[in-house]
Nanobody
Framework: QVQLVESGGGLVQAGGSLRLSCAASGNLFNLNAMNWYRQPLGKQRELVAGIRSGRSANYADAVKGRFTISRGNAKNTVYLQMNNLKPEDTAVYYC???????WGRGESDYWGQGTQVTVSS
């Protein structure tokens, strides 16, 4: 089992910045990737940014050049630096961990509780 705890959401004006943090604990031996998703009210959850072991980070087109995902030194933390925020970035942001089964046959998803980001115009 893996537990994820997010922090850093809040209310900010358009053009402002926020930094989200996510700390993972539990069985992290086969932790393959950590991602940030968001879900605007009444819409589907969407991938914002992800980082997988040994690969470059990937971003949704809507946030490229504004958001940066990074891992902490301990590798069990992930951050999302959000700059030049726009009202359309308003959503609940979820941290996601993707953990392998150890035999290369599949991965399991774990989710944090979510943190609200609200950008006012």
């Amino acid at each position: 089992q893996v537990q994820l705890v997010e922090s850093g959401g809040g209310l900010v004006q358009a053009g402002g910045s926020l930094r989200l943090s996510c700390a993972a604990s539990g069985n992290l031996f086969n932790l393959n990737a950590m991602n940030w998703y968001r879900q605007p009210l009444g819409k589907q959850r969407e991938l914002v940014a992800g980082i997988r072991s040994g690969r470059s980070a990937n971003y949704a087109d809507a946030v490229k050049g504004r958001f940066t995902i990074s891992r902490g030194n301990a590798k069990n933390t992930v951050y999302l630096q959000m700059n030049n925020l726009k009202p359309e970035d308003t959503a609940v942001y979820y941290c996601n961990a993707r953990v392998g089964d150890g035999w290369g046959r599949g991965e399991s998803d774990y989710w944090g509780q979510g943190t609200q980001v609200t950008v006012s115009s």
